[in-house]
């Protein structure tokens, strides 16, 4: 499997060189258009803009009404044609120039140009992600020397670059003369190119979504309408499941114990395939800005507190693999032959936290820790009420501050938390999501955008990191990642609780649901109802 590598000796040869894909699209003389295609979005999501919240909820709306320039195969995760048509490379693999579609419009009649990617990718996603600014961070310039060609010059070699261009591409008209794009009125109209319109939004209770007439590519969407209903509770859920009412469960949407059983109904049928891209691992961070969470011994300590099986085998009912480092299994530069291993132990555990000078007092308390749930549903519920047990076994006493998504995403960033639960798509290359979460970042906050919320801070790292993102030969790149993963499997800036496994359960008339590496959380434009 390709992971976002450009090999030296590729670019050598494909310099200069059309590069063009082909669209997949499914069986498309067999497909029937029309019809509603009934989802749960669970949560409900802060905003349908993606460009502006990355959030899973968000994206899994928003991806259906922003298109990007980019998808990604499922078989390879190679880049194929959205907004852009084609692409060239030059011979040193710093000029990427695109060729736009013509025709494309968006949701509210005006034209799609070159000049909307490059205020999208140079101005708009960087304020509001870490990702987008760091790729932003490695472009010296972006220039247009038409309505339908832009052109990307980067500062050094990027291998990962093809492998950021899956962003949402928002309308530059919407923003002119606009100063602060965190509060422009232009982020809650939700007009994109892709296949669906966004119609309505009945806070509580449903996001509607219907199909876009002058869809760029001919013939799609097959859907006359996508309703993304907001169920409170995962019981109500598996209900609405088994009564027809909603024809695909994501994970999350249910009970992870209540998967098989699902499964099980007639024409019901079950995938795990689709996050080829995202690569998803299940965290719980540590705040290393917090004295005592900065001594790597404590940070050895809780680890070992934790069983990482039980939450595999028991809270998760099995959809999950065991991680011991930062990168999923899902890829290519993944090398556990370098990672550190921290058995569950909590005997060793409490033994370190004495040697760290952590005794424990009167009551058995060593500190406290609070620890901010991710506010996804009962399963995060239930993992947060295990790591306080689990913690406390140790003498760790640990308060759980339950928030909202809006409150959670404030903590991490701003680092107002001691522990946190978490899941990160950490992408199909490391000069992308690896990067992002493990580089240092300055200040006394992470910002709006995310980013390295663990406050985790190496040099070396740091140096390795940039390394990776520049250099055009593969196999030195898996070198360089190497260490990586040893070193921060080492450290332990944050526990890696599991590789996620997220099935997606759906009803046997749904065809195409999951094409490409990016899965449910794509553009939907293939997908068809069997009548």
Do not use: C
């Not at 803009?49 to 991806?63: D, M």
């Not at 999208?120 to 220039?143: C, M, N, T, W, Y």
């Not at 028991?314 to 556990?336: C, M």
């Not at 569950?344 to 760290?356: I, N, R, V």
Request: hydrophobic share 40%; no cysteine.
């Amino acid at each position: 499997m390709l992971s976002g590598r450009i090999l030296k000796s590729n670019m050598l040869r494909f310099a200069g060189m059309l590069i063009v894909a082909t669209l997949t699209s499914g069986p498309t003389l067999s497909a029937e258009k029309g019809g509603t295609l009934h989802l749960i979005v669970q949560p409900e999501p802060i905003s349908l803009n993606p460009g502006i919240n990355r959030l899973g909820p968000a994206t899994f709306v928003g991806n259906k009404i922003y298109d990007s320039l980019l998808g990604y195969s499922a078989t390879d995760i190679a880049p194929i044609p959205r907004l852009a048509e084609s692409w060239t490379i030059s011979p040193d693999g710093k000029t990427y120039t695109f060729k736009l579609r013509h025709g494309v419009t968006w949701h509210d009649g005006e034209p799609f140009t070159s000049k909307d990617v490059a205020f999208s990718i140079g101005d708009f996603l960087p304020v509001q992600h870490a990702r987008s600014k760091d790729v932003r961070a490695e472009i010296a310039r972006i220039e247009t020397p038409d309505a339908f060609t832009v052109v990307f010059t980067l500062k050094a070699p990027y291998p990962a670059f093809l492998r950021t261009l899956n962003v949402a591409i928002v309308p530059a008209h919407k923003y002119v003369g606009v100063t602060d794009f965190r509060s422009a009125p232009a982020n809650g109209e939700f007009i994109g190119t892709g296949p669906f319109k966004f119609k309505e939004w009945k806070k509580g209770s449903i996001i509607r979504l219907v199909r876009n007439e002058t869809y760029w590519d001919a013939g799609k969407p097959y859907l006359d309408e996508i309703d993304f209903q907001v169920v409170p509770d995962a019981n109500s859920r598996a209900i609405a499941f088994e009564t027809g009412q909603v024809d695909v469960l994501r994970s999350g949407d249910v009970e992870n114990f209540d998967i098989p059983r699902l499964a099980a109904l007639d024409s019901v049928k079950i995938s795990e395939a689709g996050w080829e891209f995202l690569q998803p691992i299940g965290y719980v961070h540590i705040n290393n800005r917090n004295p005592i969470l900065a001594n790597q011994t404590v940070r050895q300590a809780i680890v070992q507190a934790i069983d990482r099986d039980f939450i595999i085998n028991t809270l998760f009912a099995g959809y999950g693999k065991p991680s011991n480092g930062p990168f999923s299994r899902l890829s290519s530069y993944k090398d556990t032959s370098v990672e550190t291993v921290y058995p569950f132990d909590p005997e060793k555990a409490a033994a370190l936290l004495d040697k760290a000078g952590y005794k424990a007092d009167a009551d058995g308390t060593r500190f406290t820790l609070r620890l901010v749930p991710l506010p996804y549903g009962e399963l995060w519920s239930r993992q947060a009420e295990y790591l306080r047990e689990a913690l406390g076994a140790i003498g760790i006493k640990v308060e759980i501050a339950s928030v909202d998504v809006a409150g959670w995403f404030k903590r991490l960033t701003t680092f107002d938390y001691d522990i946190a639960q978490n899941f990160v798509y950490t992408t199909a290359d490391p000069g992308i999501g690896i990067l992002y979460g493990y580089r240092t970042v300055q200040g006394d906050n992470a910002g709006s955008t995310g980013g390295n919320v663990n406050g985790y801070s190496n040099p070396e790292i740091d140096a390795l990191l940039e390394q990776g993102a520049h250099e055009a030969d593969d196999a030195k790149r898996r070198q360089i990642y190497s260490k990586v993963q040893q070193i921060l499997s080492r450290d332990v800036p944050m526990v890696w609780t599991h590789d996620i496994v997220f099935p997606t359960l759906y009803r046997d008339r749904v065809q195409d649901l999951i094409t490409t590496a990016l899965g449910t959380d794509d553009n939907f434009a293939a997908v068809w109802l069997k009548k």
